[in-house]
């Protein structure tokens, strides 16, 4: 692998390159192994390269609360992906945030509606809500979209899209919360950990 700079073909290398850190670690720099020339352009801007990181699906199919935790402190977006979750009861279903102290479970700002032949809307204190109205009967598939709103506040906005079934409709939601510190967590629960999960999977994705 030839390495290029300024212009300038300098030193010859074998793929992958690796590059020493400044105190410790390494990272590595592999070409695609097919052949051809490949280029990649940088924005003109200052910043942090950062990948995108899934997690591991986790079956929500028992327990009261489903956590993701040791998020990495650089984290600007989480996405939570959720297929077909229910629980065995009528607590709505909600994300809450968390940081080094534990999951917070006051201070949200937020609401979200059940869209079928008539909208259902519910707001919460307690966490994100999936849906404006939730039972034992209900399936929900979609995304939890959280974003950095504010890193000098530790503010999170949230936003929901998803489906329904039984009842079929659609459920929208969104929301604020600031937290005491830096986000380390993510938790997937009912109102006052009420209820049971049943069925379904969750995974997350944070870049």
Do not use: H
């Amino acid at each position: 692998m030839s390495v290029i700079i300024n212009g300038t073909t300098g030193i010859t290398s074998p793929s992958p390159f690796v590059l020493e850190g400044s105190t410790s670690g390494t990272v590595t720099v592999a070409a695609p192994a097919v052949a051809g020339t490949n280029t990649q352009t940088l924005v003109a801007a200052t910043g942090t390269l950062t990948p995108i990181i899934s997690g591991t699906a986790v079956a929500s199919t028992s327990g009261t609360s489903i956590d993701f935790t040791s998020i990495p402190s650089w984290v600007k977006r989480i996405t939570l992906m959720l297929n077909g979750v229910s629980t065995n009861g009528t607590s709505d279903a909600i994300v809450q945030l968390g940081d080094s102290g534990g999951v917070e479970s006051t201070g949200y700002v937020a609401n979200a509606s059940l869209i079928t032949a008539s909208t259902v809307a519910f707001s919460s204190t307690a966490g994100f809500p999936l849906s404006g109205s939730w039972s034992a009967s209900v399936f929900f598939s979609g995304l939890v979209t959280l974003v950095l709103q504010d890193a000098a506040t530790n503010t999170w906005t949230a936003s929901v899209t998803g489906a329904t079934g039984s009842p079929v409709g659609a459920g929208v939601g969104g929301g604020y919360k600031a937290l005491s510190a830096t986000l380390d967590r993510v938790r997937i629960t009912t109102v006052g950990g009420a209820n049971t999960f049943d069925a379904g999977s969750i995974n997350i994705l944070y870049e």
